[in-house]
């Protein structure tokens, strides 16, 4: 969600990398949650940290706890951000129940997105890549 986010709000203005720790396919109930905003995520793909071990990353930020403490070291230069955000796919109960945690979810993170851009574009000279491993489960 936080790449689709990024996608949508930031333009060209930055290049939008994304993994999982274990990388799975697409939560639908994340590609329902985004496209309730107007954010098609269906295309994009769970990847592994793995597949960014070689370019360069001006950010990296993790999203949960798990990511956080298995990110593959980046270079000195990489800014290291940590949001500590729930896990949506990680509910349990009734569809709308957890389609209730997933947009939940997906509001914090339209939220930190927007904060994040908004000190970008403040600082004297803003990133241009951002990787961003996500969570064991996609969402």
């Known amino acids: 969600m936080a790449e689709g986010f990024l996608r949508h709000l930031a333009g060209e203005r930055f ?14 109930l994340a590609v329902k949650a985004m496209a309730e ?6 295309r994009q793909q769970s990847k592994g940290p793995e597949t960014f071990a070689a370019p360069r990353m001006d950010v990296v930020i993790t999203v ?6 298995n990110c593959p070291v980046y270079p000195a230069a990489t800014e290291r951000l940590h ?9 349990t109960g009734i569809e709308e129940e ?3 945690v997933f947009r ?3 509001d914090e993170i339209c939220h930190r997105i927007r904060a994040f851009l908004e ?5 004297p000279e803003p990133p241009a890549r ?3 491993p996500l969570r064991s489960r996609s969402a």
């Not at 939008?16 to 990388?23: E, K, Q």
């Not at 000190?119 to 600082?123: E, G, H, K, Y």
Request: with cysteine; proline share 8%.
């Open 15 to 28: 290049e939008s990398l994304s993994a999982g720790t274990r990388p799975v396919p697409l939560n639908p």
């Open 37 to 42: 905003v107007g954010i098609d995520i269906s």
């Open 64 to 69: 949960c706890a798990r990511a956080n403490d």
């Open 83 to 91: 949001w500590e955000i729930d896990d949506p796919a990680e509910t």
């Open 98 to 100: 957890r389609m209730s």
């Open 104 to 106: 939940s979810v997906r």
């Open 119 to 123: 000190a970008a574009d403040n600082a």
């Open 130 to 132: 951002i990787g961003r």
